[in-house]
């Protein structure tokens, strides 16, 4: 493709941020596909090498057809942050997967040193009652389905223990027969001095004591898609004289739980937002109070939802308090604000909030163990997996060698698990090798990168001519069901170093293939960073990435196939000599098929304003029978797009062919004109991710 140079004004970098979506479009991703749980981006903000701002997902409600929540996922907010020398909440991702149905297995695995994934599949009951495991640092504890239940005791964290998640399980039943107990110190779960914890997609419920307890300056916790219910005493926070806990706290039902909803003592930063509290009238338990600020508390409360609460928001005289968007119905009491200007959240991650009015209902369907979570960790566990380490501890050195151990004709998943670390090489997935995943089992997807510097114009060594641009790709996918997470893959063809060449084009990524699923990846370059194709122009291509980065300068997402980028960050980088300019799209799709849909995403960088085009058509070939798509929908456009947002390419007018947009905000979104087409309502129901899926629903491995 021709690079068109031109220069514009340096204005500063937007950072990505997140902003809430409309009903309509949450409504279309929770009616996409009712079994799935779907991961929307948001977490802490991380910077790669040249410039992407990182995300780590978000589990949502319910779901979407592509992003099934995950047995292998990281935490998001505070959970997420990098700091006391943890990258982020990533649990035992890396170690074994082993399933449990007995006490002693759950005991031997969650007490062990060594990093593991442990499914619970069945009902386990503590002996003696009120035992709470002690669990050790790099776990994950996941209920397979709704089959994991812990009956009569819970988990106890310990000084200094870390990253470790608790996800999917149902913990009840400790009860003692008195309800203000203060004999039994049996919690459902109970934190002393840990830190980086994910507390996920729980049943917690009819305990002795608290259901929660998170005490003694524990710290970087995340609490989510819980359901506290009938218990006396449901969060305490505290036990400290000290202010350093920084805990995140959303999307939880508290259900007929009387008090601690939470109590939040001495909590540096304590951002609680898209909460469900609820108290039934008629029963025997009556809520004494909601949210509580205690001691020297800084919290923001944003979008909760309280329904029949006496004191729903209280604070202390000493604590700080911002409260926003919430919604209380029927409530009665204390209802307090103010006291001093409190924290950004957003200054430590991203994140979306859902409008209060949406709150009752997405969180009721959402909260409490999911039928599809710890499913991939089951085929993960089945499918075959060879390992990759630079170092000699893996199978292989490199990642080709173990996509050559991959026989032809596979029909079975194969999972090629790379450790940390830089892997300079070209790797192939031939079409006859289906059903491949590259996976980085470090604790970033920056910690695991396959990078080349082949470009178009580079020599190839046989001298039989130069790669062109599709060959010149760092890693290229020709195997239906290929898929890639938890890594980087790059270009790092120096455009400076060989302005004398012509060619320079230098792709990252090339897909050539089927129901190709790209997660939790960083995809780096300049020109055609990530050719999307399609193994020929009548072949269906189906791609989706999610909680992914692109970053690129010149048509660096670019080809034919059907592809879906979902909740995602697109960063525009500056050129060769400094200059900003360029194209983020340039599709060049048959004229019966979708091409690329940008959907709950961001594009950001450290580029000139009004210096971006958001596409052009690529009539490949000068094939005039194309008719290349585009549309960017729900999406965060920042200023460095240009108002007249498309434009025309080698002879080829983008206005003969489908571009649009719908419902796009920032500094960079504009209004309607010839010059900016917007989708009608009617028109963006029928650009919906399920419309470019086409009843395939993404799976991971």
């Avoid at 926003?324 to 979306?352: L, M, V």
């Avoid at 293939?513 to 269906?540: N, R």
């Avoid at 992914?548 to 525009?572: K, M, Q």
């Amino acid at each position: 493709m021709t690079v068109e140079r031109r220069t514009a004004q340096h204005v500063p970098h937007k950072p990505a941020g997140s902003s809430h979506r409309s009903s309509r479009s949450r409504t279309t991703r929770l009616a996409l596909a009712a079994a799935v749980a779907t991961a929307l981006a948001a977490g802490f903000a991380a910077t790669t090498a040249n410039g992407a701002t990182e995300i780590r997902n978000t589990p949502y409600p319910a779901s979407s057809a592509a992003s099934p929540v995950r047995a292998d996922e990281a935490a998001d907010g505070y959970a997420s942050v990098d700091a006391l020398g943890q990258d982020g909440t990533y649990g035992g991702r890396g170690g074994e997967t082993v399933t449990v149905r007995t006490l002693a297995d759950l005991e031997k695995y969650a007490t062990a040193t060594q990093p593991y994934v442990i499914v619970v599949a069945a009902a386990i009951a503590m002996d003696p009652k009120g035992k709470e495991i002690k669990v050790a640092s790099d776990k994950t504890i996941i209920g397979s389905g709704t089959s994991g239940h812990i009956v009569g005791g819970g988990f106890f964290l310990g000084q200094g223990v870390h990253n470790v998640i608790i996800r999917n399980l149902t913990i009840r039943d400790s009860y003692a027969g008195t309800w203000n107990d203060k004999d039994h110190d049996w919690d459902a779960i109970q934190m002393d001095g840990a830190h980086h914890v994910w507390i996920d997609h729980n049943d917690l419920r009819n305990m002795a004591d608290g259901l929660i307890d998170s005490r003694k300056d524990t710290t970087y916790l995340t609490v989510s898609w819980n359901r506290l219910q009938h218990d006396n005493k449901a969060f305490g926070i505290g036990w400290t004289e000290n202010t350093t806990a920084d805990i995140t706290i959303h999307h939880n039902w508290f259900h007929e739980t009387e008090q601690r909803n939470p109590s939040t003592d001495n909590v540096a930063h304590a951002h609680l937002y898209n909460n469900y509290l609820q108290d039934d009238p008629g029963t025997d338990i009556t809520t004494s109070y909601g949210n509580y600020a205690r001691g020297n508390t800084n919290m923001v409360l944003e979008n909760s939802y309280f329904d029949g609460l006496n004191n729903p928001v209280t604070r202390d005289s000493t604590a700080t308090l911002v409260q926003r968007g919430s919604i209380f119905r029927g409530t009665s009491g204390r209802n307090e604000s103010g006291g001093g200007t409190s924290f950004d959240p957003r200054a430590s991650y991203p994140y979306t909030l859902d409008s209060a009015a949406d709150v009752p209902a997405l969180v009721k369907a959402g909260a409490g163990p999911r039928s599809t979570i710890a499913a991939a960790a089951a085929t993960a566990a089945a499918a075959t997996t060879l390992t990759v380490a630079e170092d000699g501890s893996g199978q292989y050195r490199t990642v080709q060698a173990a996509v050559d151990a991959v026989p032809a004709g596979n029909t079975a998943r194969t999972v090629i698990a790379i450790a940390p670390g830089t892997y300079r090489e070209l790797v192939k997935i031939p079409s006859a090798k289906q059903n491949v995943t590259l996976q980085g089992t470090g604790p970033s997807r920056k910690s695991t990168v396959i990078v080349y510097d082949n470009a178009s114009g580079t020599q190839k060594p046989d001298g039989s001519g130069t790669y062109g641009t599709g060959g010149s790709a760092t890693v290229a996918a020709e195997g239906d069901g290929f898929q890639a997470r938890n890594l980087t893959i790059a270009n790092d063809f120096d455009e400076a170093a060989h302005q004398d060449m012509s060619g320079l084009q230098a792709v990252a990524l090339r897909t050539a293939a089927d129901k190709v699923f790209l997660d939790s990846i960083i995809t780096e370059g300049d020109q055609d960073t990530l050719l999307l194709d399609t193994a020929a122009k009548d072949k269906l291509g189906r791609v989706y990435m999610t909680d992914s980065y692109v970053v690129g300068n010149v048509d660096f997402i670019f080809g034919r196939a059907s592809a879906v980028i979902d909740a995602s960050v697109i960063t525009l980088k500056k050129r060769w000599n400094g200059s900003s300019a360029g194209y983020v799209t340039a599709p060049s799709t048959a004229a019966d098929r979708k091409g690329f849909l940008i959907n709950n995403s961001t594009v950001n960088g450290d580029v000139s304003a009004a210096s971006f085009y958001l596409g052009r058509p690529w009539h490949a070939g000068g094939d005039a029978t194309l008719d290349p798509m585009t549309t960017f929908r729900d999406t965060t456009l920042s200023a460095a797009i240009r108002p007249a947002p498309w434009t025309d390419m080698s002879g080829f007018s983008w206005k003969d062919d489908r571009f649009a947009e719908y419902r796009n905000d920032g500094p960079g979104a504009g209004t309607a004109s010839g010059d900016r087409p917007q989708l009608s309502d009617s028109g963006a129901a029928g650009q919906e991710i399920a419309d470019w899926l086409g009843g395939w629903t993404p799976s991971a491995s």
